[in-house]
């Protein structure tokens, strides 16, 4: 299988819940990172990883946590959802740490909280 | 002040037009630079990456990077309906272990037949 295949594809969750998005690689990627693209802006960098340990992390607070499993699909989760999380999250693989211009995109989750 | 600052949209332009883009910057120590088209429903995909400053062009683009100004551009010549979408720029500071991309908000571009 080819690209990267995001899951779900559309999300509506209430204030103060909990959220787990899903990431699977494309074939050969051993590194995934994830966005968060609010409406109207460009991408914010959340985190990293590269075999399975957490790779450099932006700004944004302990809730948003993630995973990355053997296969290098990856999880995004996030707990105490605020009404501001509501974003569409991307979900980017490469073949290597910083091959910047092999990162491969989903079509993200779009998750809305109310 | 954000790291990435690109031009207000969005932009409307007929087919066939040379379309700009540009992007300003305020971290010197960016030095990887790239544009990213993205369709409406859709991640973004690589349009465009150059390394420090100068030209490159490829088919109908052409980027340019000038860090001394800490200005980067994308020209689109003949421009063509299929070319309507956002155009996000991005950049930066490292490849390797914890390097990351540092995004503009992006424009968003629509070609009238």
């Known amino acids: 299988e080819t690209g990267v295949t995001q899951s779900p594809t559309h999300l509506i969750k209430t204030r103060g819940q909990q959220v787990t998005l899903r990431c699977s690689s494309q074939s050969g990627h051993n590194t995934v990172s994830w966005y968060q693209q609010a409406l109207g802006q460009g991408p914010q960098f959340i985190f990293q990883y590269y075999r399975e340990e957490e790779n450099g992390r932006g700004n944004f607070p302990p809730r948003f946590s993630g995973l990355q499993f053997p296969n290098y699909s990856s999880e995004l989760n996030v707990n105490a959802l605020e009404l501001d999380d509501s974003a569409l999250y991307l979900c980017?693989?490469?073949?290597?740490?910083?091959?910047?211009?092999?990162?491969?995109f989903g079509s993200g989750t779009r998750l809305t909280v109310v | 002040q954000k790291e990435v600052e690109q031009d207000p949209g969005p932009l409307s332009v007929p087919e066939g037009a040379i379309v700009s883009l540009n992007c300003t910057y305020s971290?010197?120590?960016?030095?990887?630079f790239m544009w990213y088209r993205q369709y409406s429903r859709k991640g973004p995909e690589l349009l465009m990456y150059?390394?420090?400053?100068g030209n490159k062009e490829d088919g109908r683009f052409t980027a340019q990077v000038d860090k001394s100004s800490k200005y980067i551009s994308l020209f689109i010549r003949d421009s063509q309906p299929s070319d309507s979408a956002t155009y996000l720029c991005a950049m930066s500071a490292t490849t390797g272990a914890n390097s990351k991309l540092t995004f503009g908000k992006g424009i968003t571009l629509s070609v009238r037949p």
């Open positions: 971290n010197s120590a960016f030095q990887y």
């Open positions: 150059t390394y420090s400053s």
């Open positions: 980017a693989s490469s073949l290597r740490q910083g091959s910047l211009s092999g990162y491969t």
